[in-house]
């Protein structure tokens, strides 16, 4: 590493049972932990434009290696400088594999002990991903933090489909941490996997420390699996994850299941929803969440939460959202979204504080009776 | 008008041949002219916050009465504290009749002396639009700026249905401006018809002098005519306008239409170009039109314009905005509207200082020497 780059590291400033509060350093800038990380798929956090997703809080954003290497495609975005000068944001950013979306979006996927093949969701044109291939996409895009390619199987597969997707799993890990290397302030992070069997997780866990990662991921959750069995997989799982590295729960999720997953040791959280439901007329407050489309809020001329600090909620109405969801107009997405990543952001600072001043199961507790709780997947 | 209201009149700074620069002064602030005003058709310069919009340099937006009155209704509008608190925009709004929607959006319509019945073209509802509801309309908005209401004869009619929609015109304009009555610190403007025929934009003018307005509209231009067409009718319309009133040149246009008419004497303009265009990929430059669509954007690593001072061309280069034009990202909307929205005040601006510095003509002959001409309608 060389002297001017800061080194990737985790820096616990304090716990709370098995929650904890820091900074992660990265050669791109700090993240304060529990971080929840803003979606920005194709290069651009959805409706948003970056200084302003800066401005609700956001130290970290996610971008897709699947979707980036079908447009503009990973060689193209380094010849234009990377991801970062790209897009526009300097800070620091997490790019998946691709593992995910080739699993959900893409078409005649065929997986081998190589990689895997599929055909492009956009123009069918044939794409290949192996752990090599999925390392190199993300350096070409210069990401902080590259996840190792895995397989991601559906929930709900048997103990004996979910183990032989786990070994696979492990051997594309330390493919893909021989292909990352050493890269000065950036960091690779394995993923857990193993679905929701103990054996199996702690097995995953065990064989990604045994080849070593700068953080750990736990996957195959937020998949359809009620929250008690993520909340239990989370039990079961996180013990078995070093103290000092950053854990990163993918996909997750609603408020309700991120103040859960920090209550379980988890460092870093990931979804589209605050940007989804933007688009979408929801928005989230501390009582729950909003439907703008309602008509009961055609004459409300209140913000959607007169504490928050967003400019959908100190220059807008509830009717005046309810009218541009109504219209169509591009500026509902863009309030809600802001509105949506602000209260996000919020919650992290609020869970922060709370594990830092030791509180975090007072706080936990009322959080839910407040906001309410996930009943299903 | 009450002691604490500006009244509503422009200042004139300088003149250049017949080009004029000055501020109109209103109850809201003062709009500095030549004016564009970019158009705020449902309550919202589409893609933009409101301080953004006033960030490009624009003093006034427009809204669409037609739009407002079906969606979401003037009375309710009116209960909510006014357009400009609904909407976010605290400066002068300047509101059209509803007329010339009526007749290009609105289903089985029917003119007789009262008005005008036609269904709603999002529901079906039946409406009816009169001068005196017309007036109401706005007068319920809170327009600073209201237009009479009108009847928009499509280009290319004969002499003989052009005078006859005159007549009637003229008539709507009398009882608008009686349902107008006094307003402090706003405006009520008529609108001069006659299409391309000398003799009746010049009686068309009279009858309105006659009336006595705060300002003088020139309507049903830039309805698919050829430019020269419309530079001449100008040439012979507006001679006919008071030297002391505000000039308003409505629904135009180009950079280049936009250039011809503040030679000719127009104070104020408004298009849904620059918005429509940048939600179409197109940007707007000094030297003429890009299209971000096009592949050889793919890898310029330069912004649309070097020039430029918005946010699109100091954050971004065209590469980036080709990419999110191609994968649809609400982003690219944003950043193409705001580009070209603050070419247009730009533009303006240039204009104005033009005319003080007395050197219109050769402003106009370079500038169409670098942007190019519009040929056809």
Known sequence: MSDQTPAFALELHATDGAARTGILHT???DIRTPAFMPVGTVGSVKAMLPQSVRETGADII????????????????????GLHKFCGWERPILTDSGGFQVMSL??????????????????????????????EIQRLLGSDIQMVLDECPAFGGSEEVIEKSL???????????????EQPGKGNFGIVQGGTFEHLRKRSAEALKEIGFHGYAVGGLAVGEPQAMMFETLDFTVPHLPTDRPRYLMGVGKPDDIVGGVVRGIDMFDCVLPTRSGRNAQAFTWDGTLNLRNACHAEDTGPIDTECRCPACRQFSRAYLHHAVKT???????????HNLTFYQDLMAALRTAVA?????????TFIARYGERKSG
Chains 1, 2 share one sequence.
Do not use: C
């Open 27 to 29: 050669g791109r800038g």
């Open 62 to 81: 996610l971008g897709n290696t699947y979707h980036l290497m079908l447009r503009p495609g990973a060689e193209r975005v380094a010849r234009l400088g």
């Open 106 to 135: 893409s078409k005649l996927r065929k997986i081998t002990e190589e990689g895997v093949a599929f055909q492009s969701h956009i123009d069918g044109a044939k794409e290949f991903l192996s752990p090599e291939r999925a390392m």
């Open 167 to 181: 070994a696979l799993s492990m051997r594309w890990a330390k493919r893909s941490r021989i292909a990352f290397g």
């Open 328 to 338: 169509n107009e591009i500026i509902a997405s863009m309030l809600l979204t802001w």
């Open 357 to 365: 001043e030791k509180r975090i199961a007072d706080f936990a507790r």
